[in-house]
């Protein structure tokens, strides 16, 4: 798995909704849970299930936001000699200019467009220097030329 880089925003700002999840998410699904089982038989009791299915997809979540911020670097790369995960790279995309923040889908940025770095053309321009072209294939399987223009910090 590529390296994370999330700004120091992104990292805060997860760092508030994992907090936020663990103490306030917890208590509030303990209590709906508790709310749905004191409606009697569990097996025919829609509102339980639909209390522990959320639960489940927060726990998940919690457990996703733990190893993300545990494995995260903060900041941008210093090295702009190749592309990798916190760079801001512009790409002729098939004769078409486009740039991009190369991250993680849990990091923002205010002007340009996130690029995933686990994403098929995230992953094929991954280590690509200035001036080189890779091909990737999309998951309909078309194949798509990608040349790096331009790598710089964000």
Do not use: C
Not at 3 to 31: C, F, I, N, P
Not at 58 to 68: G, H, K, N, T, V
Not at 98 to 104: A, K, P, R
Request: no cysteine.
């Amino acid at each position: 798995m590529p390296e994370t880089w999330l700004s120091q925003e992104a990292y805060d700002r997860l760092k508030e909704e994992l907090d936020g999840l663990k103490t306030e998410g917890r208590e509030r699904m303990a209590a709906e849970i508790e709310e749905a089982r004191s409606h009697g038989d569990l097996k025919e009791n829609a509102e339980y299930h639909a209390a522990k299915d959320e639960q489940g997809k927060m726990e998940a979540r919690i457990r996703q936001l733990d190893e993300l911020l545990r494995t995260a670097r903060i900041g941008e790369p210093d090295d702009t000699e190749v592309v990798r995960p916190g760079l801001v790279v512009e790409l002729d995309v098939e004769g078409d200019d486009e740039v991009y923040f190369l991250g993680s889908r849990e990091d923002h940025h205010e002007e340009l467009e996130i690029l995933s770095a686990e994403s098929p053309m995230g992953k094929a321009i991954i280590g690509a220097g200035e001036g080189e072209t890779v091909t990737f294939a999309t998951p309909t399987g078309v194949e798509i030329e990608v040349t790096v223009k331009d790598i710089r910090s964000a």
